[in-house]
């Protein structure tokens, strides 16, 4: 399905969409992209981090697919490269449509990312349950180091290069508050940074560090 598609590439902090309600279906071929709206005081809210073999967005899926309306909102999201590197494959909706008819098969394959989308759900539920700002960023950089590590001799490199600013719109927490958090992270000896990006030094003391 996706070679089917329109190759874009695209380079860091370019949008390159800005509503679900867009005619096409992508997915990411290369790089990352994050998904944000933005708040009535001009600030952003990154609620999503794209990476290869990830499609967006499901709720054209469901609306192409099984009219069914997943978000009954007015926001407006606007998808953004995070990375120099992105290539995705644009596929419209009526070729979605005909080339699932075609092949049945690739139900499986869209089920498989509402899974991907259900299990990040679920994390972001769990997050919020954290009891302080400490535990919820060391839980969501764990998140990010099994669903987008890298293993390096150092530990796991988290390849999208998050900035203390990324991981405060992602968490609803100020900047100010992820430097401190991952300050602390540094002492204990749990992440490290390296060539600019974050390194997790020991996955599994990182979890056991926000559970406990």
């Known amino acids: 399905m996706a070679t089917k598609g329109r190759l874009v590439k695209s380079t860091r902090r370019q949008v390159i969409q800005t509503s679900d309600t867009q005619r096409a279906l992508h997915l990411v071929k290369a790089g990352y992209i994050k998904r944000y709206l933005i708040r009535n005081d001009g600030s952003l809210s990154t609620d999503l981090i794209y990476g290869p073999g990830d499609v967006f967005s499901l709720l054209l899926v469901f609306r192409a697919l099984y009219d069914q309306e997943i978000l009954d909102s007015p926001e407006i999201y606007y998808y953004e490269s995070l990375t120099d590197d992105v290539e995705l494959y644009s596929l419209s909706v009526e070729d979605l449509k005909k080339y699932v008819e075609e092949n049945p098969i690739l139900y499986k394959d869209l089920l498989n990312e ?99």
């Open 114 to 212: 509402a899974g991907k989308r259900m299990t990040y759900e679920t994390h972001g539920l769990e997050n919020i349950s954290m009891k302080d700002a400490y535990k919820r960023v060391g839980h969501q950089l764990a998140y990010y180091a099994k669903r987008f590590g890298e293993q390096t001799d150092g530990g796991v490199k988290i390849i999208p290069p998050l900035t203390h600013q990324d991981i405060a719109d992602l968490l609803s927490i100020t900047r100010e508050t992820v430097s401190t958090c991952m300050t602390r992270l540094r002492k204990n000896g749990l992440i490290d940074i390296s060539d600019r990006q974050i390194v997790v030094k020991d996955l599994d003391k990182l979890n056991e560090e926000a559970f406990n």
